[in-house]
């Protein structure tokens, strides 16, 4: 390629990434700034390119500023929260990641790849005093919403009808658990009926999805924070401190980075807590209750799950299984569903039709629970008689692979090798009809691509 054509390229993929762009010289004025931190600043580019950078954002200083503290060390910075305040009056988070440029070992300035966290940690920072006001009174602790319990959970499967004694047995100590189960299982069901079993039953229910924010925000939203720890941070307690005395549910620890996970380690072991940025420690009497999207074991081998932490929370398995493997509950879910809404929408919808029970019994229902109660909730807000009909039903589910002639193909009765065979099948499938595409192979299975990947090797599936 003509090399005239490359400062064109470069300045085109800068303009239209997802970061902010900044580059300083080494004498502190800025001397790039890319779209994206024109419109997340406030700032005129043109007007901006060769003043200091301290003129440009007045609210920062010579040690706030990380751009201005890796020219003068040298020294790279990564991500760094950093709160400033924009000349129009606007409060605004970012993630940094801040290097240096040196040129024949000369620091010639700096440059910087922020991400804008600003919605992110308002929405954080509201569900934080939110949770605070709800749960702390004037009198003591209130909780937090464990409306399930034991009798909630509807199954006749022998399965389900030996985790549901298992969970009721271990709802009698304060040991940490962890529970898994695919998506849409019904893990925090479960979480909640031991939490309303317990000897905590009377404190709070706190539910934290770890996949759901970023590494250093959910730190100080677990943790809390001192006043101090970084720019704006005030005196806060953490979702630690908030249970204390309840159940702490973590949903897809899986997602938490491992730095994150030997933290929690550290407390399930230790019974104490430091705020971010604090040097002194904090006694709780909390129960952790982890939860995971996949078998633990897989997940440690993966390399997303410490194996100390794994061994520490699974003291006693609780594996939730698909709803695939336990048939006859889609009819009585149905029914359930059904009634529920009937109630609710002041229906008299008597049940499914005979082709509609067929297709949901053959079904593979990737979704589990959570997709049966979504497509009946669908069907019944739209149908026009005494019963769902194929009509009713989403087109997403009539169009599936495997809704129809989903035969397994298996000699083994053994249940790990039936299930292995589904989901050999359902992968095979999905490759085929993608193309061997991975990434939308996932997507239609409805699982991450790196779990894909796995089971493509682990079952010995070829892609070419």
Not at 54 to 64: F, G, T
Not at 127 to 156: C, M, P, Q
Not at 264 to 274: D, K, N, P
Not at 291 to 315: C, F, H, K, P, S
Request: with cysteine; aromatic share 6%; net charge neutral.
């Amino acid at each position: 390629m003509n090399s005239i054509y490359e400062p064109m390229i470069i300045d085109i993929i800068l303009d239209n990434i997802n970061n902010g762009v900044q580059a300083i010289d080494q004498t502190g004025a800025l001397v790039f700034s890319n779209r994206i931190v024109a419109i997340q600043d406030d700032i005129n580019i043109n007007e901006s390119l060769g003043k200091h950078l301290l003129e440009v954002y007045p609210s920062l200083s010579m040690e706030s500023s990380t751009l201005l503290q890796v020219l003068r060390t040298g020294q790279g910075i990564y991500d760094f929260k950093q709160v400033y305040t924009t000349y129009k009056g606007k409060e605004i988070h970012t993630l940094n990641t801040t290097l240096p440029i040196i040129v024949e070992g000369e620091i010639k300035g700096a440059v910087e790849i922020s991400k804008d966290i600003t919605d992110v940690k308002v929405l954080s920072e509201q569900v934080h005093i939110l949770r605070e006001k709800s749960i702390k009174e004037e009198t003591g602790v209130l909780d937090d919403g464990a409306r399930y319990t034991f009798s909630d959970i509807i199954s006749h499967d022998p399965t389900m009808q030996r985790l549901k004694i298992k969970a009721m047995r271990a709802a009698r100590s304060n040991m940490p658990l962890l529970v898994s189960g695919e998506t849409g299982t019904g893990k925090e069901l479960l979480v909640q009926s031991i939490h309303n079993a317990s000897l905590k039953a009377t404190g709070p229910f706190i539910a934290q999805n770890c996949a759901a924010l970023p590494e250093t925000l959910l730190e100080s939203i677990l943790f809390g924070t001192a006043k101090g720890s970084f720019t704006g941070a005030m005196n806060r307690q953490g979702l630690f401190e908030i249970a204390n005395g309840g159940t702490l549910f973590l949903d897809e620890i899986n997602s938490m980075p491992l730095s994150l996970q030997a933290k929690l380690l550290r407390v399930l072991q230790e019974g104490r807590i430091r705020r971010v940025g604090d040097d002194k420690t904090r006694k709780i009497d909390v129960r952790v209750i982890a939860a995971t999207n996949m078998e633990g074991a897989e997940a440690v081998q993966q390399g997303i799950l410490r194996q100390d932490l794994y061994y520490r929370l699974n003291t006693v398995s609780l594996e939730i299984p698909p709803l695939r493997a336990r048939k006859d509950d889609i009819m009585l879910l149905s029914r359930y569903f059904i009634q529920e809404l009937n109630d609710e929408l002041y229906l008299q919808v008597k049940g499914v039709t005979k082709k509609v029970e067929q297709l949901f019994t053959s079904y593979p229902w990737p979704g589990n629970v959570r997709e049966l109660e979504y497509v009946i909730k669908g069907a019944m807000h739209i149908l026009d008689g005494k019963s769902i009909r194929m009509i009713d039903l989403p087109k997403t589910l009539l169009n599936q692979p495997n809704q129809q002639n989903f035969t397994l193909e298996t000699e083994n009765m053994a249940l790990k090798h039936v299930l292995e065979d589904v989901e050999r099948q359902m992968i095979v499938k999905a490759m085929k009809m993608t193309g061997n595409n991975i990434s939308q192979s996932a997507e239609l299975l409805e699982v991450p691509r790196q779990t894909l990947q796995y089971k493509l090797k682990k079952l010995r599936i070829h892609t070419s």
